[in-house]
């Protein structure tokens, strides 16, 4: 049986399309609306509301907690300060990708740590010897994820306290006691906002209460897919074949290949992964993880010549695209979209290094008519849409 | 002081467009404009505190792809929200929507008519060829059959033999779209009155004309020829209103070095032996550079900032017969709830009144139309007028205080030349029949309404400078349409006097916020195909 998230009463009653999506065993909302074009849009002009329950979420607590997340995570957990949240992928000893998500410092000795993919063994093995409690809590904790220039307005009108971006803190909203982090999934101004499992739709309702005034939507999977890419922010199993999944080498990544060096700390004395990490930096990573744009008159020119409109994708594609320089294959890309703000083919994708330069001349395979046709492609810079609000 | 390439009279969109075009291509290029903000009217402007309106033009749609694109607008600023649909609200409490979605769509047409629910595709997919044949004329000059230059009998052979591969039936399809009235055409297709009172509006908007009128099945493909995302006919709304649009345009052309100076009228072009040499400002200062563009429309360039005496005189003829007849007006109204249409169940948050975030059109038939038309025939407001209302704060709540809208309501008829002339005591006569028309379908309007705005024609011509305060700046007509437009002969952005061009929508291939015209005479000048 596939398991409902603690909205479900609230979000079923607004799924108009019927279209569901697992996630992480549970059905989430596809799009509320028919379509998910407005739920998209609203990410950009007010706030759309996301129900992001079926993360996997771990709660830390004890002495040791930041010394065995520290060993875990590619980033400095020791140096995070009470407050602070940290972007992260993790590795195996071979310095390949098992997952990535979100460490939160809750208090000196009480992190919160998110996953896609079930990790409570992983840390369990990890933590042989050190003082922690290693509690799953992915059952109880619900999460909404609100996203939008409005975001602040709303969770403050509640009672939300100013956060920087990548900082969480308690709150209570309307009576409801939950943790906000100033993070999310869409490259935008946003939030996340964590509580109790028995308050969840006393939430939800707050939020929609407060949202009304400033235009706030519950959006589905296909809108967050479409901002994500935007973002430049990779999906596990989409993007990625997490190491845990990799039926063959060629199937892992590094964090080096997936464009998060910034992630990986090699000044710390010991991680998981460290030593092959250090030695792939010394011979530099072979692929990279890019963004890639298409050129509109190329494919234009190829959907003219049979008379036909240019065809584009509204909805995010997921699935392996070969991408070539000169006539030989130079990468893949691994999802794509039409991004209907920047009105721009975009897509993210895997490259040998020597083509990862910005502005390198690609062409992407692309399905014209029932026939394979090359696109002209570029190199560009990620994410493709980067307000300033997101940080301000 | 800087010397400029090219001087560019007006800082509406298309002006914007020409000099970003050209400070692309490296020409030092200075727009003026006389108002205090760029824009002319695709403008947005907070006209009570907290409240911000498109106050004039006030969606998008025929804005070119390629210059969202080539200009990278979206970087510069523009994000355009879709409008997804079309309420027509009927005088029986029963309503008419036009939905984005198909099975949504079909279901609500086959309740007024199931053959119109058949048609209704049919007749999309062959506008949709429309649109599609007649594209590539929006981004050329077009050539004139009469013209031996051969540069514009290589386009006309090009455009021929372009033509000559359309489809027999596409070609008599177009033919029939050039000539018939909108009512006709419609009729061929359609029996509900209410589709068809709603689809014929596209065809009579910013002209003086009837949906019976002969020639106004053209204006409603152009209204198809919108393009988003590859889809035809796709409206949109821009976030923070239509002054987004020119606000992008501004900082791509600044982007690109070109300067812009507000508050700079020009009284005159100057001219020294046929050639356009400068420009002189209203407060005497002198301009100078060999290029001189015009997004004035023709009359205001050619009769005013020129001057018929550096004319030939036939030319001068062609632009005093140039038809303006401005046949709108708009109100534009702050909320302190949002409409309750009766005709619609109405309870709920605003995300659930999905019909509040299209459009609202007052188009119950085509005789409503027709007669709405026949008052302004003889030179009075409609008594009970068509309209095309938004309300663009469901899309983009950031242009009302939170909890409250804007609505901006898009009337015609308005003429221009008004029995008695326009005045105080008739633009409000005017605002109240649109306010009473209105509140005939959401009877809390008038309770609703904090604030409320009133351009008349009269309004739009003194405070944007179009003539007649006619839209498109000149009617989108056959008889000035393509290489008609504005005058036979000078159709291709250039003008009798050496040096002088023009980019306003007064060119081919007009009005609706395209940027069309900017862009093509930016290559006319550079001396590019497109």
Known sequence: MLKTTPFHERTAALCASHAWRRWAGHIVASSYELSHEREYHVIRTAAALFDVSPLYKYLLRGRDAARLLDLVITRNVLKASVGQVLYTPWCDHAGKVIDDGTVARLDEQLFRMTAAEPNLRWLEDNAVGLDVDIADVSDSIAALSLQGPAAEAIVQSLGAPPLKYFRIAPATLRGIPVTVSRTGYTGDLGFEIWTDREHAIALWDALMDAGRAYGIMPAGMLALDVARIEAGLMLIDVDY??????????????????????????????????????????????????????????????????????????????????????GGQAGYATSGVWSPLLKKYIALAHVQARWAAPGTRLEMEVTVEHRRKWVVAYVARKPFFDPPRKRA | MKAYDVIIVGGGHNGLACAAYLARAGRKVLVLERRERVGGAAMSEEVFPGFRFSVFSYVVSLLRPEIIRELELARHGLHILPLESTLTPLANNDYLAQWSDHDRNRRELARHSPRDAEAYDEFGLLLHRMARAVKPLLSTAPPDPASLDPRELFDLLRLGRYFRGLPEKDLHALWKL???????????????????????????????????????????????????????????????????????????????????????????????GGRATGVVLENGDELRASVVVSGADPRRTFLGLVGEEHLPEDFVRSIRRYKFRGASGKVNLALGELPRFTCMPQDGPPHLLPHLRGAVSISPSVDYLERAYDDAKYGEISRRPYMDIVMPSMLDPSMAPPGKHVMSIFVQYAPYHLNGGWSDARREEFGNTVIDTLAQYAPNLKSAILHRQVITPADIERIVGLSEGNIFQGELTLQQMFFLRPAPAWSRYRTPIHGLYQCGSGTHPGGGVMGASGRNAALAILGRRA
């Open chain 2, 178 to 272: 050039l000539t018939m009235s909108a009512a006709d055409y419609l009729d061929e297709w359609f029996e509900s009155e209410a589709l068809k009172g709603t689809k014929s509006a596209s065809g009579i908007i910013g002209t003086l004309l009837g949906p019976r009128s002969p020639g106004t099945a053209y204006v409603l493909l152009h209204h198809y020829m919108g393009e988003l995302d590859g889809v035809f006919r796709a409206w949109g709304f821009a976030k923070g209103g239509n002054g987004s649009v020119s606000a992008a345009i501004a900082a791509a052309a600044q982007a690109h070095g070109a300067d812009i100076r507000t508050g700079a009228a020009v009284a005159k072009v100057l001219i020294s």
């Open chain 1, 241 to 326: 074949v997490p190491a845990r999944k990799a039926l063959i080498d060629s199937q892992l990544s590094s964090p080096f290949e997936l464009d998060l060096a910034w992630t990986v700390n090699l000044d710390k004395e010991r991680f998981v992964g460290r030593q092959a990490l250090v030695a792939e930096k010394e011979r530099k990573a072979q692929w990279r993880f890019v963004g890639v744009e298409l050129h509109y008159e190329g494919l234009e020119r190829l959907y003219s010549e049979l008379g036909l409109a240019t065809r584009l994708p509204g909805a995010a594609w997921r699935t392996s695209v070969p991408i070539y320089v000169a």
